[in-house]
């Protein structure tokens, strides 16, 4: 080919030939790059990132209530392995029809289930209720709708933290297992810091089901505190504690901030059945 070429094509003009290919190769290659915003990637290349990547946010399933109403079930994959991403309710943290309708605001590393529910009406039909998050230049949609495939039972879900079961009996419909009735008070918050008070009140329903390595059975009811909103992690004195009495009791623990700001608290209490109720509270900090 090349002494073809040399026969027809003084060296000169060759040679300006393969420079005007490799100009436009490399264009086109930088033209690829560009369009990944943040060098986020968009497949899955088998590195472990500390930092750097984005949150996608996730269609869990839905539950029907007993008024007719159901229930639309978010969470999200943070594809970082350390950092926490904090995105506000706004055009970068939406729903539709909202765009506030109790999405997280903090994104904790990896993946979390079941963080909030939409409550959408009884004729919701075949719509679509749209979770959007924007972060680093990168759009990514949770899409909610009531698939078929997609329902769930509410003790489906309530069990769902506990991975000791296998997943067709997560949530052991003979189970006469009542999720634990949990209340908050918080003190206003001085040089930073406010004081919480949990209390437990809870039927002491062993668990039922299939269970792996014993269960929680005697293992007292677990408390664990995380940030759900607001402009920093806030940090806790007694961020886990149990409760050995198993029908509950009061659990005391102290959060600090770095900043000031409104925030929202989570207290996840797992009853002695294995049991989630997820208990919010809000915090203004000066």
Do not use: C
Not at 6 to 19: D, K, P, V
């Amino acid at each position: 080919m090349k002494a073809a070429l040399r026969g027809t094509i003084g060296g000169g003009a060759l040679w300006a030939m393969y420079s005007l290919l490799a100009l436009l190769l490399a264009g086109a290659a930088t033209s690829a790059v560009a369009q990944v915003p943040g060098n986020i990637r968009t497949t899955d290349d088998g590195i472990k990132y500390a930092r750097g990547q984005n949150v996608v946010p996730v269609f869990e399933g839905w539950v029907p209530n007993p008024d007719g109403t159901f229930s639309l079930l978010f969470g999200y994959f943070n594809r970082n392995w350390e950092e926490t991403v904090f995105i506000p309710v706004g055009p970068d943290n939406h729903i539709e029809g909202g765009p506030d309708r109790g999405q997280p605001t903090v994104f904790t590393a990896r993946r979390e289930r079941n963080k909030f529910e939409v409550v959408v009406p009884k004729d919701f039909g075949t719509k679509e209720l749209v979770w959007t998050l924007t972060h680093r230049g990168k759009t990514e949609k949770a899409y909610g709708a009531l698939v078929p495939q997609e329902v769930l039972s509410r003790k489906i879900v309530l069990a769902n933290v506990q991975r000791e079961f296998s997943d067709d009996d997560t949530g052991d419909g003979l189970s006469t297992n009542v999720p634990a009735v949990v209340e908050i008070a918080v003190a206003p918050p001085v040089s930073l810091r406010a004081a919480l008070s949990v209390s437990i009140t809870d039927d002491a329903t062993p668990m039922a089901g299939y269970r792996f390595g014993g269960g929680r059975r005697g293992q007292g009811i677990a408390v664990t505190w995380s940030t759900y909103r607001g402009p920093a992690l806030a940090s806790f004195d007694a961020p886990a504690s149990r409760l050995q009495t198993p029908n509950g009791g009061k659990v005391a623990a102290t959060a600090t901030f770095t900043v000031p700001g409104t925030y929202v608290l989570r207290a996840s209490v797992v009853d002695i059945g294995g049991y989630l109720t997820n208990k919010d509270v809000m915090v203004v900090v000066k």
